[in-house]
C-alpha cells in the first residue's frame, strides 16, 4: 500500500524548544567536532542533522545549567563511531579506540569568531595559485588528486603546495588572533 | 623525515581523505600515545573546519533574500535553497528566528522542522515548490504548494509536481510516478517520468532507479523508468554519469551522457543503447534565467549612450548619465562603477521640450529571441531588479527613483516606436519606484515584475531618476543620483511532458 505524504504534525514542550535553541547556538562547535571525522562537508551535514534529530529526541536528558557542547559532542560521537561502522572497510578510517581518544581531547572550544575572520583575512593573503588550491579544497570539495588532474600538476605537487598554503594560514591566522589581543590588552 | 612532519604529513592526509589503510593504523597509533599528537590533530581539525566554513561563506555571499513562510509567520531569510553556502550565517539567522517569533525551526541542511516539528525521526529533505492537478496516493492525500517533504516514499497518482530539495536541485515530476526521498540529495525513481535542473551548487545530485544510477554532474536531465524497469537518461544540458546495478556485456558499468544524448538501459535484455535526447517527453521544472542584460554593473568601459532608446539589444541608451567611480561620499554597490543620473534630456531632445522634461532615463533592449520556445509555451515571467542611491545632502523629497519593465512584440529597430506608442502597444509592464529620501546614505534595492505573453519577443529596461519640480539650474539636475547592479530573471514555468 503506497505511504502518505509526510508532513509536520507534533507541538514540542518548551524545554525542548529551549534545548534546540541551544544546538543551533552551538552550531559551529559541534559542526567542527563533526568534521574532525569526516573530511567531506555533506557527509558531515548528514551526521550533523542526526544528531540535531536525536538532541531533539533525548532533550528531556539534557539539565539546563550542565555543559550543553559536551553533552551534544557525546551525541556526535556516537553517530560517528555508527557512521565508521557502516563505511569501516574505507583505508582512511580510524579505528574507534582512536576516535574515542580523539574525543576525550577535544579542546573546549573548536571554533571563534575571531579566529573565522582571521583565517578570511589570511585567506586574501595567499598568492593566487595557492587560493585557488584552497578554494578547490574546501568549495570545491576536490581531493588532491583531482585538483592534479585539473591544474595537470602532479599529486605530489598539490600535497606539497596544499600544505605549505595551510602552514601559512595557520601561522598567519594565529598571528592575526595574537594582535588583535595584544590591542584588545592595550586598550583596557 | 622528522617525527613531527611525519605527523602533519599524515594528518593532512586523513583530512584530505587519501590516508591508506597502513597510514591509517600509523596514525592511529601515535594519537593513542601521543597527547602532543592529539593536540596537533585538534589544532587542524580546527583549521579544516574555518576553511570549509570560510569558503563555504564566500561561495553564498552573492546569494539573495528571499521570503520564507514558518508556520503562520513570513520572514525574511538567507535563500534556503542554498543551505550549505549558508551554514554559518543561517544558524545565525534561525537563532534570532527562534528567540524573536518563538517558533523552532532548523534549517540544517537536510532537516527542515516547522514550527511545529515532529518528535519521530522525521527529516525534512525537500520542499513542493509547485503542483497542477496533482493527485497522491493514497486517494484523498494532501500535499499543498509550500509544504516540506519528509525523507520516504510519495507516490504521484497523476498531474505535475515540482520538488526543490533543501540542496538547489529542483525535479518535476509527472504521474504516474513512484518515487523515494532519500536525502537532500538523492532520490529514487521506481517508475514514471522526471526530470531534473541541478544548479553547480547540487552537483552530485543523485537519482537511483531499479537497475541503474544517475549521478549529475551539474546540468539539466530527463528520467524515465517504465513499468518493465527499463531506463531512459535523456540530458537536456551538462552532463551526467550513469552506473548500470550489473555489468551489461560489450557496455561500461559507468559512463557519461552528455548533452542532447540519451542512454536506455534494459537490464533484462542486457541491452545498453544510445539515443538523442528529447525533451518533449519530460516534465520540466520551473527555471529562472538570467537574461542578457548587458554592463548591468555599470563597470568601466561600460558606454552609456545620449540619444534616447537604442535600436540595438545590448547597450544602455537615454539621457545625459555618465558611468563613475566612488564620488562624494558614494561608492558603487558592486566592482568599481556605478551608474549616475545627471539631466533629464539627452543629445536628441529637442531644446524647446527640455524644460518640461522631468527625469533622467535609460534604456536597454533585451532581445527574446533565444527565449521564445520558452515564452510561447505560456506561464513565463520576468522581474527587473536595480540598486539606487542619493549622495548625502542630495535627495529632495520630490526626486524619485525607479525601475520598469515592458514587453513589446517587434524587433529592437522598432523599439524607439513602441516605447512612444508604449500605451498601446506594450503587451506587458510593470514600473515601480523609491522616494530618493528612502536610499540616501544606502544602496536599496527596487524589483519589478511582470507577466510575458506568448507573443512576446522583446523587452525594454527603463531605470530613471526624476523630480517632480524642475531645477532651475539645468547643469545641477541630479548632483548624486546612482544607480548599479541592475539585473533582470525569467522564470520559466513548470511543464507537463503530455502537453509539449
Known amino acids: 500500500m503506497p505511504s502518505s505524504p509526510q508532513k509536520s504534525q507534533s507541538v514540542l514542550d518548551p524545554h525542548t524548544v529551549r534545548v534546540q535553541q541551544l544546538f543551533i547556538r552551538h552550531q559551529s562547535e559541534i559542526k567542527a567536532f563533526v568534521l574532525a571525522f569526516r573530511s567531506n562537508w555533506a557527509e558531515a551535514d548528514e551526521i550533523e542533522q542526526e544528531v540535531f534529530l536525536t538532541v531533539t529526541q533525548k532533550a528531556a536528558d539534557f539539565v539546563e545549567g550542565s555543559n550543553f557542547v559536551a553533552w551534544a559532542r557525546q551525541i556526535a560521537k556516537f553517530k560517528i563511531l555508527e557512521a565508521s561502522r557502516k563505511r569501516s572497510s574505507s583505508p582512511q578510517a580510524l579505528s574507534e579506540e582512536v576516535i574515542d581518544s580523539l574525543a576525550a581531547s577535544a579542546p573546549e572550544s573548536l571554533f571563534s569568531e575571531e579566529q573565522f575572520a582571521a583565517v578570511r583575512k589570511c585567506m586574501e593573503k595567499l598568492a593566487p595559485s595557492a587560493r585557488k588550491m584552497i578554494e578547490m579544497r574546501y568549495r570545491g570539495e576536490h581531493g588532491p588528486e583531482e585538483i592534479a588532474r585539473r591544474l595537470s600538476w602532479t599529486v605530489a605537487a598539490v600535497n606539497t603546495a596544499l600544505s605549505k598554503a595551510r602552514a601559512f594560514l595557520r601561522e598567519c591566522a594565529s598571528r592575526q588572533v595574537g594582535a588583535v589581543q595584544i590591542n584588545k590588552e592595550a586598550t583596557r | ?500
Open chain 2, 1 to 500: 623525515m622528522s617525527v613531527d612532519l611525519r605527523l602533519t604529513q599524515l594528518i593532512e592526509r586523513y583530512f584530505d581523505g587519501v590516508l591508506q589503510q597502513d597510514e591509517a593504523a600509523e596514525l592511529g597509533q601515535e594519537l593513542l600515545d601521543s597527547a602532543s599528537a592529539r593536540a596537533e590533530f585538534w589544532e587542524f581539525a580546527k583549521l579544516h573546519n574555518l576553511l570549509h566554513e570560510a569558503e563555504k561563506l564566500n561561495a553564498g555571499s552573492s546569494a539573495a533574500l528571499r521570503v520564507i513562510n514558518v508556520g503562520e509567520c513570513t520572514i525574511e531569510a538567507p535563500d534556503l535553497l542554498a543551505p550549505r553556502q549558508f551554514a554559518w550565517q543561517k544558524w545565525a539567522f534561525t537563532a534570532a528566528a527562534l528567540l524573536l517569533l518563538g517558533v523552532s525551526i532548523y534549517l540544517g541542511a537536510g532537516v527542515l522542522l516547522q514550527d511545529k516539528p515532529a518528535q519521530g525521526d522525521t527529516v525534512y529533505v525537500a520542499q513542493l515548490r509547485h503542483s497542477d492537478n496533482a493527485e497522491w496516493a493514497p486517494t484523498g492525500a494532501q500535499l499543498n504548494d509550500g509544504d516540506h517533504i519528509a525523507r520516504g516514499p510519495l507516490e504521484l497518482e497523476s498531474g505535475v509536481a515540482e520538488l526543490v530539495f533543501f540542496n538547489g536541485a529542483a525535479v518535476a515530476i509527472e504521474g504516474p510516478a513512484k518515487i523515494e526521498l532519500l536525502s537532500t540529495s538523492r532520490m529514487i525513481l521506481h517508475r514514471g517520468n522526471l526530470s531534473a535542473d541541478v544548479p553547480h551548487k547540487a552537483i552530485g545530485f543523485t537519482v537511483e532507479t531499479p537497475d541503474s544510477k544517475v549521478i549529475d554532474l551539474g546540468t539539466r536531465f530527463g528520467v524515465k523508468v517504465d513499468p518493465k524497469g527499463v531506463t531512459e537518461t535523456h540530458v537536456f544540458e551538462g552532463k551526467v554519469t550513469v552506473e548500470s546495478s550489473q555489468k551489461i556485456k560489450n557496455a561500461p558499468k559507468r559512463q557519461n551522457v552528455t548533452q542532447d544524448n540519451s542512454l536506455r538501459i534494459d537490464q533484462k535484455k542486457k541491452s545498453v543503447t544510445p539515443g538523442k535526447a528529447d525533451i518533449s517527453r519530460f516534465p520540466t521544472p520551473e527555471r529562472v534565467i538570467s537574461l542578457p542584460l548587458i554592463d548591468g554593473g555599470f563597470e568601466d568601459g561600460t558606454v552609456v549612450g545620449t540619444s534616447g532608446i537604442a535600436a540595438m539589444p545590448g547597450v544602455w541608451s537615454g539621457d545625459y548619465c555618465s558611468v563613475v567611480g566612488p564620488e562624494q561620499d558614494v561608492t558603487p554597490r558592486s566592482g568599481k562603477g556605478m551608474l549616475k543620473f545627471q539631466l533629464t534630456f539627452g543629445s536628441g531632445s529637442l531644446e524647446n521640450t527640455r524644460a518640461q522634461l522631468m527625469s533622467s532615463d535609460q534604456f536597454q533592449i533585451v532581445d527574446l529571441k533565444a527565449f521564445i520556445p520558452e515564452i510561447e509555451r505560456g506561464g513565463c515571467s520576468v522581474e527587473a531588479s536595480g540598486w539606487f542611491r542619493c549622495a548625502v545632502g542630495n535627495p529632495e523629497s520630490n526626486n524619485r527613483f525607479g525601475i520598469g519593465v515592458y514587453s513589446f512584440h517587434g524587433t529592437p529597430e522598432e523599439a524607439r516606436d513602441l516605447w512612444a506608442r508604449k500605451n498601446a502597444e506594450a503587451l506587458c509592464g510593470s514600473l515601480k519606484e523609491i522616494p530618493a529620501e528612502q536610499v540616501e546614505k544606502r544602496w536599496s534595492n527596487v524589483r519589478t515584475s511582470t507577466q510575458l505573453p506568448k507573443n512576446s519577443t522583446l523587452l525594454l529596461i527603463h531605470i530613471f531618476a526624476k523630480h517632480i519640480m524642475a531645477s532651475s539650474d539645468a547643469s545641477e539636475e541630479f548632483p548624486g543620483h546612482y544607480a548599479d547592479s541592475i539585473e533582470l530573471k525569467l522564470s520559466v514555468a513548470p511543464q507537463s511532458g503530455k502537453q509539449k
